[in-house]
């Protein structure tokens, strides 16, 4: 496989191979987001090592696209929702870079791929949580980037709104076969479609399938205390006994 | 202030005519063209980037400077931009949030103010100096301050010309831009001293304590008519272009002080603009989306 990309994370090692769907899963704290910057090139590992595409993270890869947890954009923002996604392509560029046609057809594309087209000329400051999720998305999607680094994508929206991105974040993976890391608090929105989970907690982590993972065995293990996974009727998981719940709401 | 009263007649063309006749109304006119645009510019990018009480304090930083030129004998344009530009840097350094205390830049500001008093007591000048700085003399613009207020400005228009892109990215998207591997500290750092000259050139005109009408609410306009970048620094400029012309214009026939003119322009284009827009948000509720009511839960609901 040429894409290789492996962390290690205190005697703990995990591999994504290209077009994976991973959950990142833990409570606050644990080192979510830093795994993130570290796979960015924002941060260097203290220990161990980290490739990405079989390479040291350099800062500025275009093949990765990133949505972080937090964004200076706010009701006071008062522009247009494609300008920011073309800035996807063209922010790091020199100059004014007028009108570039090519530049707009990338914008929209990319604002279609996450269903939010009509999206494009509003203001960003008009945009509700669900809608400035999918603007994130296109504008780290337009480079077509082979990896997708999404950090809590999923906080503020209710169940249902996260249920519907979950659904345009698997079509992309599906479609376009780019590796997806997913921070998340609530495993239970995404549990149907990942191929991975990278759960951090108490220092350790528990990488693997779904449900190899995510059972009372393997977390009682990783948080070192007794921990149990119960699932509901509708396949909901909540997870007890742990330092933080990471299950709960069900649909 | 501007020698005899010259009486005002209907024909707007003669007007300007007899205006133009009169070297410092040139001087003022082309000093405060280029300012005007720059400082239209400037704008945009301030408010964007949440930078107002930051510029306002900078004017005031720089008040000292100035006001510490006058004491040592030196153009007050060089204090102003050296305390500027300092007090600029200074807040790059520290990082974008860092720009954002309140508190810190406020108890910063007032101490800087209280500088400069000192150094105009300690002056043995006309306090005219004093109140120059404070509130702008446009007319008092000379043929090498037109000359130094040009180059300032191709300097700082050419710099934002190449850097528009990677500054509107690093604005808007911090955390991104950092990871598309944006020098964040080094834009931060060249935009504050850009907006330090900007503040420098456009104390002439308006002064330290009225910097706010044309850094800042010509882009403030800007922003609530159009949510397009380009368009909203067209508009900026223009805005800022009407209330200093309009403004040197009246008060070259109505004889009060040009910064208040330029001020009062500015305020009633926002005044007109957010008014015009609440009211056609009444009517019709779709044509004016940038001034949509916000609800608490607002971010949650579609």
Redesign the interface.
């Given at each position: 496989m040429g894409y290789r990309d492996k962390a290690v994370w205190r005697n703990a090692s995990f591999d994504i191979r290209r077009g994976e769907f991973v959950a990142v899963i833990g409570p606050n704290g644990a080192g979510k987001t830093t795994l993130f910057r570290m796979l960015?090139g924002?941060q260097r590992p203290t220990a161990g090592s980290l490739t990405v595409f079989g390479a040291t993270p350099r800062?500025?890869n275009?093949r990765?696209g990133?949505?972080?947890q937090?964004?200076?954009?706010d009701?006071d923002?008062?522009?247009?929702a494609d300008?920011?996604v073309r800035?996807?392509v063209?922010?790091?560029?020199?100059?004014?870079?007028?009108s570039l046609r090519r530049e707009k057809e990338a914008a929209n594309e990319a604002l279609e791929a996450v269903g939010a087209a009509e999206l494009g000329?509003?203001?960003l400051?008009?945009l509700?949580?669900?809608?400035?999720q999918r603007v994130f998305l296109a504008?780290?999607l337009v480079g077509n980037p082979e990896m997708l680094l999404l950090d809590e994508p999923l906080s503020?929206?209710?169940l249902r709104?996260s249920r519907d991105l979950v659904e345009v974040i698997h079509g992309l993976v599906q479609s376009r076969h780019v590796t997806t890391l997913l921070v998340a608090h609530d495993i239970n929105p995404l549990i149907q479609c990942l191929d991975k989970v990278i759960y951090i907690a108490n220092g350790n982590v528990a990488t693997g399938a779904p449900e190899t993972v995510l059972t009372s065995a393997s977390l009682t293990e990783l948080y070192g205390v007794p921990v149990e996974v119960l699932h509901d009727s509708r396949n909901n998981i909540v997870i007890v006994g742990g330092e933080d719940l990471h299950g709960g709401e069900s649909g | 202030m501007s020698g005899d009263p010259v009486q005002f007649s209907w024909n707007i063309i003669s007007d300007l005519r007899t205006m133009w006749e009169y070297g410092f109304m040139r001087n003022a006119f082309e000093a405060g063209t280029v300012i005007a645009i720059v400082a239209g510019i400037i704008g945009y990018f301030v408010v964007?980037r949440r930078l107002a009480f930051a510029t306002h304090a900078l004017g005031h930083v720089g008040f000292s400077g100035a006001a510490g030129a006058v004491l040592f004998g030196v153009n007050p344009v060089y204090g102003l931009l050296l305390f500027t530009s300092s007090g600029a840097a200074g807040m790059g350094l520290l990082g974008r949030r860092a720009s954002n205390r309140d508190l810190e830049i406020g108890t910063v500001l007032a101490f800087m103010l209280g500088l400069g008093l000192l150094f105009i007591n300690l002056y043995k000048g006309y306090a005219t100096e004093a109140y120059s700085i404070l509130f702008g003399e446009i007319l008092g613009i000379s043929d090498s301050g037109v000359v130094f207020t040009l180059e300032a400005s191709i300097v700082v228009l050419v710099a934002i010309?190449?850097?528009?892109?990677?500054l509107?990215?690093?604005?808007?998207?911090?955390?991104?831009?950092?990871?598309?591997?944006?020098p964040m500290l080094a834009l931060g750092v060249t935009f504050m001293i850009l907006l330090a000259v900007a503040i420098s050139i456009a104390v002439q005109v308006i002064g330290v304590l009225l910097i706010f009408a044309l850094m800042v609410t010509p882009a403030a306009v800007a922003?609530?008519v159009t949510?397009?970048?380009?368009h909203?620094v067209v508009i900026s400029i223009l805005v800022a272009l009407f209330a200093t012309w309009v403004g040197l214009f009246v008060q070259f026939y109505a004889q009060y002080p040009a910064s208040f003119f330029i001020v009062t322009i500015a305020f009633a284009t926002y005044v007109a603009v957010r008014a015009g827009q609440a009211i056609l948000a009444r009517l019709v509720p779709k044509i004016a989306?940038?001034v949509?009511p916000?609800t608490s839960t607002?971010?949650?609901?579609?």
């Open positions: 960015l924002l800062r500025g275009p990765i990133y949505v972080p937090r964004h200076t954009i009701h923002t008062h522009v247009a300008t920011l800035l996807g063209s922010g790091t560029k020199w100059g004014l870079g007028v000329p509003k203001s400051g008009a509700s949580g669900g809608e400035l504008e780290a503020n929206l209710d709104r | 964007i010309a190449l850097l528009y892109r990677r509107l990215f690093a604005s808007l998207d911090e955390d991104v831009a950092e990871a598309k591997g944006l922003v609530r949510k397009r970048p380009l909203a989306p940038a949509k916000v607002g971010r949650e609901s579609t």
